[in-house]
């Protein structure tokens, strides 16, 4: 679409300026666009063909040879076969889906919850919104940490809670497989609802006011106006927002692997937090760079698809 | 539209609801900052919201100078950490907003390089840790590893796709009568990229710049696999800091965790208008 704009009135100034060659755009859009071509390339094509390469083979680098020459430890797509049979992996797999699967609803139902709250203007909004959206921008390590001392068995969240039922309350949440599980999830909502209601917000914002009014007048009730005006006008708001938190959330490492370093045992291991324990751990690299391009693999899939969707999402709207 | 008293009573309660869960982590990590080594695991009754005696020892403390409460002497202090962690995030910065700032005009006016939106979105869709195995081996075999220019590099490329995607539509919303009119005065279409566009795009440019310094900043697993004690960054070393002596060194890691949540959340506040744009790679406005 921009391409296409741009092309016009490019050649709308060529046609003015006579001066300049008709092909001076296209070579300085060229070298403009080089180092990011360049830069690409260097953490796509290369890294990529050596994954490949050391996936099919035993190397780890403590095997002495270099990763060149990796090729005398040629072991047969053994790689992948283990990795199909590898319960650990599934597991981690299976985790990083229920992790998803709960996060993600909760940040956007909570984030809409807050953004129809903000769609009109009343005393003290900006202040609230400036507040509200701080957890976003918290380094997530630190969030990491923050959530880590909250829930000590001696700390805050138990204090709390005793207070509320007004007996001691001493749940060891990080060294209890099922509730780390829900800590690590709960320190994810906290610091990425506000993207969600970031997000949604500017999208509730751009709801025409004049179609609310007639539905109002036309005897709409609140809901009846969300569901049949509010909800369609957002549709690729709420598509976006979701794919965005989707594709992050299943990174998820650096708060959760503050908090309980996967543990206790396997019950928060995710997918990434996985793959850093055999990288940094079990240092077989081979495997490791087999369970990588499976991923890449997957996700591309998914990316085109995706991608796809979108644009005829877009093509619609416009 | 008006809305009834029951209405704002009912957003004001969630809204502070909201504002409680919101705050009360943050809280709770810059009063340990500031707690003497003896409340920083005061629980049941002892337990509290705000240090009893507030202390700068913790400060004092991750910068070198020992105090009595705090018998354990550290490796190496928290200095150099906070320089790797700005020189790699301002450098990564640079990087990436050079080459996406050039990239993005490009396909803007000049329509090249159309390969590098669904790239670089791609770039970003894929979980670091997918691709961190090549990086590994490649900055070993360039000297990069636990160097912080060798962070900065990948940051660069990490957050190129922000960069690019935020400038590529600044500079299509932008209206095109001025360079238009220097390009019919005789202006090459370079001297009118640097001299009239680049200096008119000035706020947007740093919008762009801090909000991909912010994403840099926030960094922790590259770090943790790229550096190892050199250049560790402020979360790699908040993380590695406790003791068999203390445990955990919870009010010095509180300080850390503070002094490295600080810049960002500043500079966020900021720019608060783009982050819509930035985080939804310029697909929404606000």
């Known amino acids: ?318 | 539209m008006k809305r009834s008293i029951s209405f704002e009573l009912f957003r004001y309660a969630a809204i502070l609801a909201a504002m409680g869960v919101t705050l009360v982590p943050i809280l709770w990590m810059v009063s340990m900052a500031f707690k003497p080594i003896g409340e920083w695991s005061a629980t049941g009754a002892d337990l509290t919201w705000w240090p009893k005696q507030p202390t700068l020892a913790n400060f004092q403390f991750v910068f070198g100078h020992s105090t009595n409460d705090l018998i354990v002497a550290l490796d190496h202090t928290a200095v150099k950490p906070i320089l790797s962690s700005l020189l790699s995030a301002v450098f990564g910065t640079v990087i990436a907003m050079s080459a996406g700032t050039a990239a993005g005009y490009g396909l803007s006016r000049f329509g090249s390089g159309q390969n590098l939106p669904l790239a670089l979105i791609q770039l970003r869709l894929f979980p670091p840790m997918a691709v961190m195995i090549p990086v590994m081996i490649m900055w070993a075999f360039l000297n990069l590893n636990d160097t912080w220019w060798g962070l900065a590099l990948i940051y660069g490329i990490v957050t190129l796709p922000f960069a690019f995607w935020l400038m590529k539509t600044f500079f299509d919303d932008m209206p095109r009568e001025i360079e238009e009119a220097a390009l019919v005065e005789g202006c090459s279409r370079l001297r009118v990229f640097t001299r009239i566009t680049l200096p008119m795009m000035r706020a947007p440019l740093a919008s762009a710049a801090l909000f991909v310094f912010i994403l840099n900043w926030s960094d922790y697993l590259i770090a943790l696999l790229l550096t190892t004690r050199e250049w560790v960054t402020i979360p790699v070393y908040m993380a590695s800091l406790s003791s068999s002596m203390t445990g955990q060194l919870y009010g010095a890691k509180a300080a850390l965790g503070l002094i490295a949540a600080v810049p960002p959340v500043i500079m966020g506040i900021a720019i608060q208008r783009h982050l819509v744009r930035g985080l939804t790679f310029g697909a929404l406005k606000q």
């Open chain 1, 1 to 318: 679409m921009s391409a296409a704009t741009a092309t016009i009135s490019e050649d709308k100034m060529d046609a003015r300026t006579k001066s300049v060659a008709p092909d001076e755009g296209t070579r300085l859009g060229f070298r403009l666009t080089l180092p990011a071509q360049i830069l690409v390339l260097f953490i796509s094509a290369f890294p990529l063909l050596m994954q490949l390469y050391i996936s099919v083979t035993d190397w780890s680098p403590l095997s002495g040879v270099g990763w060149w020459n990796a090729w005398e430890m040629w072991n047969s797509f053994a790689n992948y076969t283990d990795l199909a049979a590898d319960t650990r992996f599934w597991s981690a797999l299976q985790r990083t889906a229920i992790v998803m699967l709960v996060c993600v609803p909760a940040e956007f139902l909570l984030g809409l919850a807050l953004a129809t709250l903000f769609a009109d203007d009343f005393p003290g909004k900006r202040i609230f919104y400036s507040i509200l959206l701080m957890p976003m921008m918290v380094v997530p390590a630190v969030a990491g940490y923050m959530f880590f001392m909250l829930f000590q068995s001696g700390g805050p969240v138990n204090d709390i809670l005793s207070r509320i039922v007004g007996a001691p309350v001493t749940v060891a949440w990080l060294s209890d497989p099922n509730l780390a599980l829900i800590a690590v999830m709960i320190a994810d909502i906290w610091q990425w609802t506000p993207l969600m209601f970031l997000i949604l917000l500017a999208g509730l914002v751009g709801v025409p006011e004049d179609q609310m009014k007639a539905a109002t007048l036309l005897g709409a009730n609140a809901w009846q106006r969300f569901v049949t005006i509010v909800l369609p006008k957002m549709k690729t708001i709420i598509i976006i927002a979701l794919a965005i938190r989707v594709i992050e959330n299943f990174k998820i490492f650096d708060t959760l692997y503050i908090m309980t370093g996967g543990g206790p045992g396997v019950a928060t291991e995710t997918i990434s937090v996985y793959i850093y324990k055999v990288t940094t751990q079990d240092l077989i690299w081979g495997y490791v760079a087999a369970i990588a391009l499976a991923i890449l693999i997957v996700l591309s899939i998914v990316a085109v698809y995706a991608m796809k969707r979108m644009a005829k999402a877009r093509e619609v709207q416009a």
